[in-house]
């Protein structure tokens, strides 16, 4: 007995109605990306394991799928030291190649590899899959998409302004409103971990911090204390998770409070230009929110960072985010190169249109007319007008074999077709066309060589 197939956990096939979806969503991002100036590059789905880790902090490295060298990849390997290996330690050896965790590290190195065909700042877009090996859950899979966009090349914060405004504009075309852009800074935390004299456990702070949406404000707590800082540090932090009111009023609270800090001083600085220029140009479909508890654990993050949350009715969680890195590029051999990208969420997206019920009634009508078979002689005369119907951007399906009518109309029933094509051995010899109208049941006849009437008939 044949195994039933299926797929590993975390991966989906696609049916042609998730797919028009899909195109759907990228298709509005693609547009936003490009009245914005972006340009698009692709890059392989393999990168050397070199150049994905150490640049997403512990937790990532752990995530990211690693290739098997081909051959004996254990041949070179004495048993004697592989009794002793541990996993961490062996990898290396067994492994030089990596599915691509994000799209972002790939660019860098594709910047560092091309600087001199690149005209800078350069505006990038990227919308392909990456692979981690997180646990599968709703809105969270081990293969997705991700669509990005990154401008390096320059430090001016209108780019962060551009990428806040880019957000508005997609989801606005979507129609999704009620969004939360949420935007903080990573000089700001840094400040706050200067102050309370832990810059040296900065990364174990933010990664915790970053947990706050999934673990809450006392696990958030209880993880730190459970790393080690110390209770007073613990207490100390604790007024932060609990920071409210507009930006304005945390900004002039946490000025106070970074007073000694320089990079937090700087932080709320790049914090308030860019509340100041968005609030200027006004938001359609988001609203801008300062949360000093984003920390965004990604450790290439170095100023703004942002994260936007679905609408308060779909829990979800994330739908998109990005930030600022300065020097993301200085591994492979580049510094002083900054740089700023944001990411869309496609396939939480896409649950979001589902939930809401906002995905056009269009695209599950995907074709526009059938033509029905009624024997060889009748077909080729339909094949021709099909072909004439299509040269005008009609989309025309055809019946394959001369069925029983009954059954012919339950396919384009199911094809979700407006409207039926008939040439009959009768509608042959007058050299006309029947037209019927699956919905309303009206039917008409046409000269075959009334292309415009048709036309008509099938788009009213």
């Given at each position: 007995m044949a195994q039933k197939p299926s797929l590993p956990k975390g991966t989906r096939d696609f049916t042609p109605k998730e797919l028009s979806r899909r195109k759907y969503i990228i298709r509005t991002i693609e547009t936003h990306f490009e009245r914005f100036g972006f340009e698009q590059i692709e890059t392989p789905s393999l990168e050397n394991l070199s150049t994905l880790m150490g640049k997403y902090g512990e937790e990532g490295d752990r995530l990211i799928f690693k290739i098997l060298n081909s051959g004996d990849y254990l041949g070179k390997i004495d048993t004697a030291s592989l009794a002793e290996t541990t996993s961490t330690a062996l990898t290396p050896q067994i492994s030089s190649k990596a599915l691509r965790y994000d799209l972002t590290v790939p660019f860098a190195r594709f910047v560092v590899m091309n600087q001199n065909e690149l005209v800078m700042p350069f505006k990038?877009?990227?919308?392909?899959?990456?692979?981690?090996?997180d646990r599968p859950q709703k809105g969270r899979f081990r293969e997705f998409f991700q669509c990005d966009a990154d401008a390096i090349g320059s430090d001016s914060l209108v780019q962060e302004v551009e990428f806040i405004m880019l957000y508005d504009g997609v989801f606005n075309d979507l129609n999704i409103s009620g969004t939360g852009i949420r935007i903080n800074n990573r000089k700001i935390?840094?400040?706050?971990?200067d102050i309370l004299q832990i810059s040296d456990r900065l990364i174990d702070f933010t990664v915790s911090l970053d947990k706050l949406d999934k673990i809450g404000k006392d696990g958030v707590l209880n993880e730190l204390n459970s790393k080690g800082f110390s209770a007073d540090v613990v207490e100390s932090i604790r007024p932060f998770l609990e920071l409210s009111?507009?930006?304005?009023?945390?900004?002039?609270?946490?000025?106070?409070?970074?007073?000694?800090?320089?990079?937090?001083?700087?932080?709320?600085?790049?914090l308030s230009f860019v509340f100041e220029q968005v609030s200027q140009l006004g938001l359609k479909s988001s609203e801008l929110i300062f949360d000093i508890t984003l920390a965004r654990g990604l450790n290439y993050y170095?100023?703004?960072?942002?994260?936007?949350?679905?609408?308060?009715?779909?829990?979800?969680?994330?739908?998109?985010?990005?930030?600022?890195?300065?020097?993301?590029?200085?591994?492979?051999?580049?510094k002083n190169m900054s740089g700023v990208g944001i990411s869309f969420g496609l396939d939480r997206i896409a649950l979001v249109l589902e939930e809401l019920g906002l995905f056009p009634v269009a695209l599950d009508q995907k074709v526009d007319a059938v033509v029905l078979n009624f024997g060889a002689q009748e077909m080729l005369k339909s094949l021709k007008l099909a072909q004439q119907l299509r040269e005008r951007n009609l989309v025309i399906d055809c019946y394959p074999y001369a069925a029983k009518l009954q059954k012919q109309f339950k396919y384009v029933d199911k094809k979700n077709a407006a409207i039926a094509i008939m040439i009959g051995s009768q509608e042959m010899t007058e050299d006309r066309?029947?037209?019927?109208?699956?919905?309303?049941?009206?039917?008409?006849?046409?000269?075959?060589?009334?292309?415009?009437?048709?036309?008509?008939?099938?788009?009213?």
């Open positions: 990038r877009y990227q919308i392909q899959p990456v692979w981690r090996a935390l840094a400040g706050i971990a009111g507009d930006w304005k009023k945390q900004v002039a609270y946490l000025n106070e409070l970074l007073g000694s800090s320089s990079i937090g001083k700087e932080g709320l600085e790049e170095t100023g703004t960072i942002i994260e936007v949350t679905a609408p308060k009715e779909v829990k979800i969680g994330s739908i998109g985010g990005g930030g600022r890195y300065d020097d993301l590029t200085a591994p492979f051999g580049l066309v029947v037209l019927k109208n699956m919905q309303s049941g009206e039917q008409k006849a046409y000269s075959c060589a009334d292309i415009e009437g048709i036309q008509r008939f099938i788009t009213a």
